[in-house]
């Protein structure tokens, strides 16, 4: 198929799949969202914050980096050279160089390269940054009320700015990137960015703030061809989509061992749902992660229905207690239950579905109209 054509399909198949205003109605034009990014960058956040840059929806306030995929250090060096080849000037400062309490895992190297973006980065002078990536996410805010923080790496920083500046944290809407209900990708039970860091993930669960979870089982949905994306990004793309085709080609192929076929880019699931809500499902939940070293390590653990949070709530002892005098004359199991879900209300919305075709389209689209 011709580019020229090929483009022309892209965009119907957009603008078939997001839904169009009935006859007579205006459509309305899509809300400008505040954004400010925690990353680990890491090649499929790079390609998320590309999107971001890219799509007019957008108004990027800032970011912090955050040891993740990579170190701090490299992953500093590939956002700003990111930014330079976008060329955009946003504040950057350097968080997290490690977990709050485990030892940086170096696994990310396998999917996104010694660097964190298989070689495309270049160094910069970090020294000059901010170091105080909490303080940057709070003064963000403060500037910024509503503002949306996205969270694309393991949630050190977003947990000791939480810590540290709650007040200001306040009005934010944590989205991040982070648990599974079903399998996981660092383990078989828990996702990369909860594995990295769960005592940092447990803490902003506990924090009482606006937190939405977007889950690997949602974006595990967002798959793009592991043949074709690497090769428009290079050929339409512009500089960006030149400079991203190479270190995207490499980590679709480490997902799919060297075979053809669909790769998740996992990023892009959290950020176009910020900007389109609409193309995702959030569920009230009450979500643990398992600070343990073992096997659990990372895992989550979502309650979305009665019976899941009140045996998640109360002991197996409690339980018993209740099942032995239920039936008893004047005994009120309802307001038993209702005692034990109110002593732990929900702590999250947890994004478990997304309209991954819908999304990826929209991605390639936004990357390769240039
Ligand atoms: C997450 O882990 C990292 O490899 C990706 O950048 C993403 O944030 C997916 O589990
Ligand atoms: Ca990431």
Redesign the pocket.
């Known amino acids: 198929m011709s580019t020229h054509l090929r483009r022309i399909v892209l965009l119907l198949a957009v603008l078939l799949s997001v839904s169009l205003p009935a006859a007579g109605t205006v459509a309305a034009a899509q809300p400008t969202v505040k954004v400010f990014v925690d990353t680990?960058?890491?090649?499929?956040?790079a390609v998320a914050i590309a999107y971001l840059l890219r799509s007019r929806e957008a108004d990027v306030l800032g970011f912090t980096t955050v040891a993740?995929?990579t170190t701090v250090e490299n992953a500093t060096n590939n956002l700003l050279t990111l930014l330079d080849v976008a060329g955009v000037q946003e504040p950057v400062a350097v968080g997290a160089a490690a977990p709050l309490q485990f030892p940086r895992s170096r696994t990310?190297a396998f999917?996104?390269g010694p660097d964190g973006l298989w070689f495309a980065g270049t160094p910069h002078d970090l020294a000059s940054l901010p170091q105080d990536a909490p303080a940057a996410i709070a003064a963000a805010a403060r500037a910024n009320p509503g503002m949306t923080l996205l969270a694309?790496?393991p949630l050190t920083n977003v947990a000791q700015a939480a810590q540290r500046f709650p007040e200001d944290l306040r009005s934010v809407k944590i989205v991040a990137?982070?648990g599974t209900r079903g399998p996981g990708?660092?383990s078989p039970v828990a996702?990369?960015?909860a594995f990295?860091d769960p005592h940092a993930l447990d803490i902003v669960l506990e924090s009482g703030l606006d937190v939405t979870l977007v889950t690997?089982d949602a974006?595990s949905t967002v798959t793009f061809d592991s043949a074709e994306f690497p090769q428009h990004l290079a050929q339409e793309g512009g500089a960006l989509g030149q400079f991203l085709a190479q270190p995207v080609g490499a980590y679709m192929m480490a997902q799919t061992q060297g075979a053809s076929g669909p790769a998740a880019i996992?990023?892009v699931a959290a950020a176009v749902y910020v900007l389109r809500p609409h193309l995702g499902q959030a569920t009230s939940a009450l979500v643990d992660v398992s600070t343990d070293t073992g096997l659990t390590r990372g895992q989550t653990v979502m309650a979305t229905t009665v019976n899941q949070r009140v045996t998640m709530i109360a002991t197996d002892a409690q339980l018993s207690e209740l099942a032995d005098k239920f039936l008893t004359p004047g005994f009120d199991l309802a307001l038993a239950l209702g005692q034990i879900l109110m002593s732990r209300p929900d702590n999250a919305q947890v994004v478990l579905v997304v309209k991954g075709k819908t999304i990826a389209r929209l991605v390639e689209h936004a990357l390769t109209r240039y």
């Open positions: 680990d960058i890491g090649v499929d956040d993740g995929n990310g999917v996104h694309l790496g990137l982070a990708n660092s996702e990369f960015n990295f690997l974006f996992a990023d």
